[in-house]
């Protein structure tokens, strides 16, 4: 009924721009929810290497073997492990849907006063992306975000 008022008022393309002001907030706060999911699982797998790595020596190219219980694909993301030689560890969260941001995290070996320990970082697009993102990198035995993604806190 209302929605009748209102195209009876002002007509159909104002009354849609209407609904879409109305609307948009909630596809929003879906996408954030969805996004959060990529963001906690690259977090979580990025935390689970550096202790495969402490156990191991090693890190893992195998999801299932990080213990997680965490699925490489899911209704909203991709996801994979990439070994960069023997010194660092990638792992991405590719989206499925449009619109929705892409994550990537790095796990690194560094030499820090003679002793190999490991750093991390997550990265997140700054724009909706459906393919891998840019790898995170080291300087001075800090990771750093690519260009085209930012670090999450």
């Not at 190219?61 to 991709?78: C, F, K, R, V």
């Not at 590719?94 to 929705?100: N, R």
């Amino acid at each position: 009924m209302f929605f009748i008022i209102i195209l009876s008022i002002v007509g159909l393309p104002i009354a849609i721009g209407m609904m879409m002001v109305v609307l948009l907030p909630f596809s929003n706060q879906a996408n954030e929810a969805r996004e959060s999911e990529g963001k906690q699982y690259v977090g979580s797998m990025n935390r689970a290497q550096q202790a495969v790595f402490l156990e191991n020596s090693d890190f893992s190219d195998n999801i299932n073997d990080l213990g997680l219980g965490i699925a490489s694909e899911t209704a909203n993301y991709i996801y994979e492990i990439e070994i960069s030689g023997s010194d660092s560890t990638i792992t991405t969260a590719i989206p499925k849907q449009p619109g929705l941001l892409a994550f990537v995290g790095g796990v690194f070996l560094v030499n820090t006063d003679g002793y190999k320990t490991t750093e991390a970082i997550l990265c997140e697009t700054l724009k909706p992306l459906s393919r891998q993102p840019a790898f995170p990198y080291l300087v001075d035995n800090e990771p750093k975000c690519s260009a085209g993604t930012k670090e999450v806190d």
